[in-house]
């Protein structure tokens, strides 16, 4: 893996105000401009597919599961654009370039777009 969460990734909602009010640095439409044609890629490539699914399924786990019962709530996207925010940090630290096929940061990535597009994350 290329960048490791810790607790600063978890945040909560009653870290800020409203938590679905974007920031001025958020990174989430950047990535969604970037990776969004990637989702078109799913339909032809189960491989794919297969991938992102288990991305978001750890973001989710990552993101959703609070408290001692773990059960899922709704994503906020300050908590998203915050792992989204560490992970491309950690991309820019190592010198990550965008390949022209896929490696674990494109499935991150594309299943951050994948978290947003399904959340409506940027409509809000």
Do not use: K
Not at 2 to 21: K, L, M, V
Not at 82 to 92: C, E, H, I, V
Not at 111 to 122: D, E, F, P, S, T
Request: aromatic share 8%; glycine share 6%; proline share 10%.
């Amino acid at each position: 893996m290329f960048a490791t969460p810790d607790e600063s990734h978890r945040g909560s909602p009653d870290d800020s105000p409203d938590p679905h009010t974007p920031s001025a640095d958020c990174p989430l439409p950047g990535i969604v401009a970037a990776f969004a044609p990637r989702l078109a890629e799913l339909a032809f490539e189960p491989g794919l597919v297969a991938a992102v699914d288990q991305h978001a399924a750890e973001l989710r786990e990552l993101l959703y599961a609070q408290g001692p019962e773990l059960l899922p709530r709704r994503l906020h996207r300050a908590e998203l654009s915050d792992y989204a925010r560490g992970f491309l940090d950690r991309l820019d630290e190592i010198g990550w370039r965008e390949p022209v096929g896929y490696d674990f940061a494109v499935h991150r990535l594309t299943a951050i777009c994948w978290l947003v597009r399904q959340n409506g994350l940027l409509t809000a």
